[in-house]
């Protein structure tokens, strides 16, 4: 594996539910991403953080609020979520938001029922 | 969109057979990259090129980039099973630092 952790793995939630994602690096990185992957379509950038500091924000529905505490943990706390919504989540980071090379998590399964 | 289409969508190649898969993009680019990804999992960089580089190499991996074109090509020589994966690529734009925009990807099937 890369240094990025991800959990859980895989994750069923009903639309009424309230679950969060977490994502953690032991890389020394500075920059967090977040990603959505669904079947067949690009994977989409949802968010950024650099330094702690939200960066990016890819016009994402409220639903997704992430959460960086620090430059090490990414979370993604998930509410009232749609069956649309069900995809892999991937964390990835990097050495800071200008050094381009990215190292991705895992990625945790989520179905929404 | 800067968006990277890769192309062929799917490749079916023998074990040994060498695999090429190409890259378009549509605007100005700092830098290129390949990842791959295993069914299910995170995506691994392979190789990044720089806009002023035209060609790569890493392995067996051979990567090249045409900026008059706007396309890039990654070559898999004597595939092996394990190479079994989709691969993407990413870029970024001129000017500045942009977030890293990935293309659908090409599903590569290497046939033991």
């Known amino acids: 594996e890369t240094g990025v952790t991800q959990t859980p793995r895989h994750l069923v939630m009903g639309m009424t539910n309230k679950k969060s994602l977490k994502c953690e690096q032991h890389l020394g990185h500075n920059a967090m991403y977040w990603y959505k992957q669904s079947a067949k379509k690009p994977l989409e950038l949802m968010f950024v953080y650099n330094f702690k500091e939200q960066t990016e924000n890819n016009s994402v529905p409220s639903r997704f609020s992430p959460e960086c505490p620090n430059s090490s943990h990414l979370f993604l706390h998930l509410h009232t979520l749609q069956p649309e919504d069900s995809a892999l989540y991937l964390c990835a980071s990097s050495q800071d938001e200008g050094y381009n090379e990215q190292f991705f998590g895992p990625g945790t399964r989520l179905t929404v029922l | 969109s800067q968006q990277g289409e890769e192309d062929p969508q799917a490749l079916s190649i023998q074990e040994g057979e060498n695999a090429t898969m190409n890259c378009s993009y549509k605007?100005?680019?700092?830098?290129l990259q390949w990842y791959r990804q295993n069914s299910g999992r995170g995506l691994v960089h392979l190789i990044l090129i720089r806009s002023n580089e035209r060609e790569k190499h890493s392995g067996r991996l051979r990567v090249t980039l045409d900026t008059s074109k706007k396309s890039s090509s990654l070559l898999i020589t004597a595939s092996r099973a394990a190479d079994t994966a989709s691969y993407f690529c990413?870029?970024?734009?001129?000017?500045?630092?942009?977030?890293?925009?990935f293309g659908k990807g090409t599903r590569l099937s290497v046939i033991a």
């Open positions: 990413a870029t970024d734009s001129t000017p500045g630092n942009t977030p890293l925009v």
């Open positions: 605007t100005s680019i700092n830098n």
